[in-house]
């Protein structure tokens, strides 16, 4: 997809460089992420190397590093929209907008000295990699780091506002995404 966009589109501004990324790349980037969800550092590595010539593609932005350029066409790394998309998946677990007959089940702590969220998440421990990196066990630690003014929104929507607002101001990084991992 990359390949037919640097093919058909010579001279391409930022803002039709982020129409045609998002429609045609990026979805098949995060194709099924909830289930398939690289943990290793060369297979995240490997997806993160895609936006990265892809966001070398627009002229005006070519010769910024990495960061700068997303900073510049207001895009955030893939691995902070993977954990992003996970969060929004566990909202939407423990407030019941799924079938409850065919949906995963988190495990509720039952701990009522809670130090970030009344929605906390029981912590689990394995030996092997066969279960740690799903998706149930994956997002424990990141959901229990949230407050509780974002965790109990409202809306799907003003959760995800007061999601992005909370780790802007945590200042996120990839370095605390890795902590949790």
């Avoid at 098949?28 to 997806?47: F, M, T």
């Avoid at 997303?70 to 407030?95: A, E, N």
């Avoid at 089940?105 to 066969?130: A, Q, Y």
């Amino acid at each position: 997809m990359l390949g037919l966009i640097k093919r058909n589109f010579i001279h391409v501004t930022a803002d039709a460089f982020l129409q045609l990324y998002k429609t045609l790349v990026r979805s098949h980037l995060e194709y099924a992420n909830r289930i398939w969800n690289p943990y290793r550092e060369h297979l995240i590595k490997d997806l993160e190397k895609v936006q990265m010539k892809a966001s070398r593609l627009i002229p005006d932005v070519k010769n910024l590093k990495y960061e700068e350029r997303l900073r510049y066409l207001k895009l955030p790394t893939l691995k902070y929209r993977r954990i992003r998309g996970d969060m929004i998946q566990v909202y939407k677990l423990l407030h019941n907008k799924y079938d409850s007959n065919v949906s995963l089940h988190l495990d509720r702590s039952v701990d009522n000295r809670t130090r970030c969220n009344s929605l906390k998440l029981c912590t689990k421990r394995f030996h092997c990699d066969l279960r740690k990196y799903t998706f149930t066990v994956r997002v424990i630690n990141i959901w229990n780091s949230l407050l509780d003014s974002v965790v109990l929104a409202n809306t799907l929507n003003t959760f995800k506002n007061k999601l992005n607002n909370f780790w802007q101001n945590q200042e996120v990084n990839k370095s605390q995404f890795n902590r949790h991992w």
